[in-house]
């Protein structure tokens, strides 16, 4: 733990959700709740700005691009969100803040 880290600790205040963190919760969940899971590891030789995670659940298909409640998102990552719901996907921008909105999406009731 940095010294931020305790410092945040002291004052009662959660550490700040990583990226790597927030894609393992929700994994986590979807799996728990039927769905299968694309995440891909190794992306530098691949079109820049592909959503961060593909989840299907038969008939759902969802591309999410995940980022902290304070992460940027790039022109490339939007422009592949709105060309995917331009095609009539369900492309979404995730944040931990999204949470309840999330765990509705992957119980189908969203």
Same mark, same amino acid.
Request: glycine share 8%; charged share 25%; with cysteine.
């Given at each position: 733990?940095?010294?931020?880290? #305790?410092?945040?600790? =002291? +004052?009662?205040?959660?550490? &700040?959700?990583?990226?790597?963190? /927030?894609? *393992?919760?929700?994994?986590? +969940?979807? &799996?728990?709740?039927?769905? =299968?899971? /694309?995440?891909?590891?190794? =992306? #530098?030789? =691949?079109?820049k700005g592909f959503p961060d995670l593909c989840l299907?659940?038969?008939? @759902? +298909?969802? /591309?999410?691009?995940?980022?902290?409640?304070?992460?940027?998102?790039?022109?490339?990552?939007?422009?592949?969100? @709105?060309?995917?719901?331009?095609? *009539?996907?369900?492309?979404?921008?995730? #944040?931990? &803040?999204?949470?309840?909105?999330?765990?509705?999406? +992957? &119980?189908?009731?969203?």
């Amino acid at each position: 733990m940095t010294g931020h880290e #305790r410092h945040r600790a =002291s +004052l009662g205040i959660a550490p &700040k959700l990583t990226e790597k963190a /927030f894609m *393992g919760q929700i994994v986590q +969940l979807a &799996k728990i709740l039927g769905w =299968s899971c /694309f995440h891909c590891h190794d =992306s #530098r030789h =691949s079109a820049k700005g592909f959503p961060d995670l593909c989840l299907v659940r038969p008939p @759902k +298909l969802i /591309f999410a691009e995940l980022k902290t409640d304070t992460g940027r998102v790039s022109a490339e990552q939007q422009q592949w969100l @709105k060309h995917l719901q331009a095609c *009539g996907q369900d492309a979404r921008l995730l #944040r931990p &803040k999204d949470w309840p909105e999330i765990e509705a999406m +992957l &119980k189908g009731e969203s």
